[in-house]
């Protein structure tokens, strides 16, 4: 085909999708074409325009290693995380809802015994936490391996400080027979997202702030149970309504309780005021949308 005009030119590579013999790759592809084309028609894309897309998309490759990820933060700052999260984390009525998963997770932190102090030296006024794994009957879940992971008093995650040679405010847990799990940390405060790369330029050149509400994330994996990726957010952050990564659920607030100095929860007596955390987390079975 020749003569090719800003029309035709859609179908025209539509059509040299005709010996993809993968169906799902066709049909992703095909769609994608359709709206990047349409995109490009209903903004009158300039070619200086486009090169300067090409110029950020760079930069944001580029700002991609083990450590750092650019472009999971790209897609969480335009809530294509948020969207591919909710589309595909349908749960049965009562069951926790989930949310983004954050660049900051590791698979293989400190196990921890319960009621232990996870922060490790993390900086933050001290937070008892104590939870449950529940399936959707309300029956407990015992054995559940639960990773959490968090920020500490600057809002900074430990694999965001390249001199430090320990993991703090992160570990896992298996929730006992009860489905308990408790535990000591830090209080989260709330904390801008990476701002030195192409994200955080494309954030302030859109008018838009780069923080996320106060939150403890949470992954926890039970056989028989689908995996649960989430956060407790703290409820009177004021970042709530505005989170830059759009992962704010109304069911996952917590209330982290301030107590004055004293006796605390696992029976030690603090000389500086301490939190608390109680929150309930309900698994859905396996199979169950
Ligand atoms: C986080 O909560 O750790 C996070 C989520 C999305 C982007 C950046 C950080
Ligand atoms: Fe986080």
New binding site residues.
Partial sequence: MVNINEHSITQAVLDRLDNCDNPRLKTVMTSLIRHLHDFAREVQLSEEEWMTGIQFLTATGHMCDDKRQEF??LS?TLGL?MLTVAMQNAKPPGATEAT?F???HIDHPPQYKDGEDISNGASGEPLFVTARILNTEGKPVPAARVNIWQADADGL?DVQRPDLQTNQARGILHSDEQGRIAFQTVLPVSYP?PTDGPVGHMLLATGRHPW?PA?V?FKIDAPGYQSLIT?VFRDDDAYLHSDV?F?VRSSLLGKYIKHEAGDTPDGQTLKTPFYTLNYDFVLAAEGVA
């Fill in positions: 999971i933060l969480d995380s983004v954050g660049p900051f995650y997202v996320r939150h994330h956060h990564v992962g």
